[in-house]
């Protein structure tokens, strides 16, 4: 007898037929025997075991932990407490590609097994669901699907019956065109590949989703939010989350996928319960073989040969791009960075100077490096960068409008340099002495700009700054809501940070009778302690600076904050300005 949730699950796609329903999957369909491959949380692991310095995966996971990225299991019923949210794979990969220097990613040799992959008895549904007319999408870099069509049904599956969004094995035999690090996922998928993806979504009237994590923000998360709320007006979406032990319908989403999916207008309905029971039930329904009993696992590790200074430098790349610097610190310290390529170091120490408020240092650093070559205006953004956060906002604003004037239009230093000097701009408007300039800039730069890439979630935010301080209109804090979870996708645990601080700043309002002194300090000490955990005294100290500090900060406090970090004196001066009438005020008041 089936269980009630399972019953309600199949009762969801009722009156369809099977070349009406379209199926998604991902890696938890290759889990069971004999595919036996790695779930994600397994497959992460062995990319930090083999790429990265022993413990980096649970030193990553424990700052995770420290700033609040946690989640629930897929089904909640089931866990206890929030766990630390994995690092990405893609993010990881990244790092171990990078650090072998590989054009054909060497790397993915631990990823033979996806290759050698053989199918089991969830691929079996599938192929013998294409058998009779249906589609399949999927984020598998293996073939299972299209071995387990030729193996039951004497031939390949049809043309474009099944399609890997993230590529396979199958079309890039040494995985050069996967899907599998961050840099080839960061911008999305390219159009004509949302452009098939919602063709094939708009001519079915089912979806039914088994083995699939929902964890595709950069794309799949990025495709469905651009329909319109009517655009899967008629869709029945069954998402089956795995769950080895009981069966139940869940009333609330569990990822963000399953929220963006019912915005665009489908009906969803999540089921925690055994995938091959729903998939029994289903075949039932259909007249397709039942599913046999499950194969046991038996994974194949595939050996890597990585070197200690291979393993050191994508230790060093890894902590960089999580803006983990107090580790990044260590591994420079104990000459553990694995490269001598001098701008890849520079680049490492420019990081360092700028968290930890050095900005002299730093400007100096970047005056010594190579004022000609490819990398020119890197050099020129760090320096107005330097000038721009010391306070020192003319020499900034004309150093940096001189080097962007001399930037290739559309390439990446130039995107770079008109968010640095956006901020620049951003900065003069909420100065008393500057604003009137500020003013007379935003209003002659109305000119069409090219659009951003996606990946430049900074530049975007300062754009729509701009905007609102242009039109007159204050400033939401959606685009900072959205940089933060953009960041933390990335893993950038520093640009997390850098966007709670804009949060805070975005957010405050000095009549809202909840947010008490109390309240406020509390979100500021909490803000202060985790850059301090990163390593990050700058982002510690610049929390004097936010909205509402003088509620919370003393005069002495405010000074020492000041000093810490290597302001220009008249930026110092200016700031003491705003706060110490402020502060009187409030102390008047609350006496």
């Given amino acids: 007898m089936r269980p009630p949730a399972v019953t309600a699950a199949v009762r969801h796609l009722h009156g369809t037929t099977p070349d009406q329903v379209l199926l998604w999957s991902g890696a938890g369909a290759s889990v069971e025997g004999p595919a036996s491959l790695p779930t994600g949380p397994e497959l992460t692991r062995r990319v930090f075991d083999a790429f990265f310095e022993k413990g980096a995966l649970d030193r990553v996971m424990g700052y995770h932990q420290a700033l609040g990225l946690t989640a629930y299991g897929a089904c909640p019923s089931e866990t206890g407490l929030p766990a630390a949210r994995p690092p990405r794979l893609e993010t990881a990969l990244e790092a171990a590609v990078r650090a072998r220097g590989d054009t054909v990613p060497s790397a993915f040799a631990l990823l033979d097994d996806v290759r050698k992959a053989a199918p089991n008895r969830l691929h079996a549904f599938a192929a013998d669901h294409i058998a009779v007319g249906g589609r399949h999408v999927t984020a598998n870099f293996d073939a299972c699907v299209e071995k387990a069509h030729e193996e039951r049904h004497g031939a390949p599956p049809p043309d474009r019956a099944v399609h890997h969004f993230h590529g396979s094995f199958h079309a890039s035999p040494d995985g050069a065109e996967l899907g599998a690090t961050l840099g080839r996922l960061a911008s999305g998928f390219p159009d004509d590949e949302a452009e098939r993806l919602q063709q094939v979504l708009h001519t079915h009237r089912g979806l039914l989703v088994y083995g699939y994590s929902g964890s595709d923000y950069f794309d799949v998360d ?352 200016r700031l003491l300005a705003w706060f110490l009438p402020r502060r009187a005020r409030h102390r008047w008041r609350h006496r």
């Avoid at 309240?519 to 500021?524: G, I, N």
């Fill in 222 to 573: 990025r495709l469905v939010a651009a329909l319109a709320p009517d655009g899967l007006s008629g869709l029945r979406v069954l998402w089956i989350t795995h769950s080895g032990h009981t069966s139940h319908t869940l009333d609330a989403d569990t990822i963000p996928l399953q929220t963006l999916l019912r915005a665009a207008g489908a009906d969803v309905h999540v089921v925690c319960a055994p995938t091959a029971d729903v998939l029994n039930a289903l075949a039932d329904t259909w007249a397709l073989p039942r599913l046999p009993g499950a194969t046991p696992r038996s994974p194949d590790t595939p050996a890597l040969t990585v070197t200690d200074t291979e393993r050191d430098h994508a230790t060093f790349l890894l902590y960089g791009s999580l803006g983990l610097h107090r580790e990044v610190r260590r591994l420079l310290r104990d000459g553990r960075t694995g490269t001598d390529d001098p701008r890849e170091l520079r680049g490492a120490r420019s990081r360092i100077l700028w968290e930890a408020g050095r900005w002299n240092t730093l400007r100096r650093l970047w005056r010594d490096a190579p004022s000609d070559g490819p990398h020119a205006l890197e050099r020129a953004e760090r320096i107005g960068a330097s000038l721009w956060v010391q306070g020192r906002l003319l020499p900034a604003w004309w150093y940096l409008r001189g080097h962007a004037a001399r930037a290739e239009e559309g390439s990446r230093y130039a995107y770079t340099l008109e968010e640095t000097l956006g901020r620049v701009v951003e900065h003069m408007h909420r100065t008393p002495d500057l604003r009137p300039l500020a003013r007379h800039l935003l209003r002659r730069n109305q000119a069409v700009r090219a659009p951003a890439p996606v990946d430049f979630r900074a530049l975007h935010d300062v754009r729509d700054s701009l905007d609102g301080l242009r039109d007159g209109v204050p400033r939401t804090d959606d685009h900072a809501r959205v940089s933060t979870v953009w960041f933390q996708e990335t893993n950038d645990l520093q640009g997390i940070l850098s966007y709670r601080h804009r949060l805070l700043r975005d957010r405050y309002d000095p009549d809202d009778v909840n947010l008490t002194d109390e309240v406020l300090r509390d979100s500021h000490d909490e803000l202060t302690a985790a850059n301090l955990l990163l390593g990050s005294a700058a982002g510690a100290w610049r929390t004097a600076l936010l909205p509402g500090a003088h509620r919370v900060l003393t005069v002495r406090e405010y000074v020492v904050a000041l000093l810490a970090l290597q302001y220009g004196w008249w930026h110092r001066f």
